[in-house]
């Protein structure tokens, strides 16, 4: 028996190996449906609506649960909904849940600058989606003091996590450290106007990174957009399906490490680089210029 339990453990420990070598999954594959893409209805959002926390230079009114202001951070520890308003040149808001919650953070006129790091932190969760309320006027905004190490976070809107920015309010991101959007899994952009300066790339998804519809101007130092995976499959892709686009960036203006797809939309793009680069292309003629 003793060595029948050595080998079921060793299996063990071999599989969930396997399943940790990459923070990419295959969730997000292009080649199937997705069940968390916002645009399909059976996905499951934050039901609960853990009400609003309004920003200010000397704290927050929290007022709800899973919530803590401390040392100039925002901790939010409770999966649901939360709506944030007010204005903070000092604050960092940090999504901390287990891998299988979700978290809506819903922008309501909101302003967050963080000298010494992100605006916003997803250090774990499922997912995280960010919804700018309609006509809102947002903006959020790192500085150049960051502490962490190479492999830390290392952007304005940061998220460790699958990533979703959607709404139809306004969003402005600068990235004055590196990159101003950046998830090192999968990042999608529905309906929202978002604007975003970064210093190095612009919106940067380790996994894939897919815009289906909305507004996106971006101006960036290196990259536009980029995807950088290349060791789990299915992954590494841009995708454009929608939605109206306007970069300038320093090299690249679309980068993916495996696939680049660009089906509709408009895309206006200046490039210090290529204006696309990758290693498979699939693009609609007309659609760039």
Same mark, same amino acid.
């Given at each position: 028996?003793?060595?029948?339990? &050595?080998?079921?453990?060793?299996?063990?420990?071999?599989?969930?190996?396997?399943?940790?070598?990459?923070?990419?999954?295959?969730? !997000?594959? *292009? !080649? +199937?449906?997705?069940?968390?893409? *916002?645009?399909?209805? &059976?996905? &499951?959002?934050?039901?609960?609506?853990?009400?609003?926390?309004?920003?200010?230079?000397?704290?927050?009114?929290?007022?709800?649960?899973?919530?803590?202001?401390?040392?100039?951070?925002?901790?939010?520890?409770?999966?649901?909904?939360?709506?944030?308003?007010? !204005?903070?040149?000092?604050?960092?808001?940090?999504?901390?849940?287990?891998?299988? /919650?979700?978290?809506?953070?819903?922008?309501?006129?909101?302003?967050?600058?963080?000298?010494?790091?992100?605006?916003?932190?997803?250090?774990?969760?499922?997912?995280?989606?960010?919804?700018?309320?309609?006509?809102?006027?947002?903006?959020?905004?790192?500085?150049?003091?960051?502490?962490?190490?190479?492999?830390?976070?290392?952007?304005?809107?940061?998220?460790?996590?699958?990533?979703?920015?959607?709404?139809?309010?306004?969003?402005?991101?600068?990235?004055?450290?590196?990159?101003?959007?950046?998830?090192?899994?999968?990042?999608?952009?529905?309906?929202?106007?978002?604007?975003?300066?970064?210093?190095?790339?612009?919106? +940067?998804?380790?996994?894939?990174?897919?815009?289906?519809?909305?507004?996106?101007?971006?101006?960036? $130092?290196?990259?536009?957009?980029?995807?950088?995976?290349? /060791?789990?499959? $299915?992954? $590494?892709?841009?995708?454009? &399906?929608?939605?109206?686009?306007?970069?300038?960036?320093?090299?690249?203006?679309?980068?993916?490490?495996?696939?680049?797809?660009?089906?509709?939309?408009?895309?206006?793009?200046?490039?210090?680089?290529?204006?696309?680069?990758?290693?498979?292309?699939? #693009?609609?003629? $007309?659609? #760039?210029?």
């Amino acid at each position: 028996m003793q060595k029948y339990f &050595s080998l079921a453990l060793a299996i063990a420990l071999c599989l969930g190996c396997a399943l940790s070598f990459s923070a990419c999954t295959n969730k !997000s594959d *292009p !080649s +199937r449906t997705d069940m968390n893409n *916002p645009s399909d209805p &059976s996905e &499951s959002l934050p039901a609960t609506q853990n009400g609003t926390i309004t920003l200010h230079n000397d704290g927050a009114d929290v007022g709800s649960t899973g919530v803590t202001y401390e040392n100039n951070t925002l901790t939010i520890a409770k999966a649901g909904s939360y709506t944030l308003t007010g !204005s903070s040149s000092s604050c960092q808001v940090v999504v901390n849940v287990t891998k299988t /919650e979700q978290v809506e953070l819903i922008l309501d006129n909101v302003s967050i600058v963080n000298p010494t790091g992100p605006a916003i932190y997803c250090d774990s969760a499922d997912k995280l989606f960010v919804t700018v309320k309609e006509g809102t006027d947002n903006t959020l905004k790192d500085g150049t003091g960051y502490q962490n190490g190479e492999d830390g976070p290392n952007a304005a809107l940061y998220s460790d996590d699958d990533l979703t920015i959607r709404g139809t309010g306004t969003l402005r991101v600068t990235g004055l450290y590196k990159n101003g959007v950046s998830s090192k899994n999968d990042i999608k952009i529905k309906d929202v106007h978002l604007i975003v300066d970064a210093y190095n790339t612009g919106i +940067r998804g380790k996994c894939s990174v897919t815009v289906e519809s909305g507004t996106v101007e971006i101006t960036a $130092g290196n990259d536009g957009i980029k995807s950088t995976e290349m /060791e789990t499959e $299915g992954k $590494g892709y841009v995708t454009v &399906s929608g939605g109206t686009l306007t970069i300038t960036a320093g090299d690249d203006a679309l980068q993916a490490e495996t696939v680049l797809t660009v089906s509709g939309g408009s895309i206006k793009a200046t490039a210090g680089g290529k204006v696309t680069n990758a290693p498979t292309e699939n #693009i609609t003629p $007309g659609v #760039i210029s």
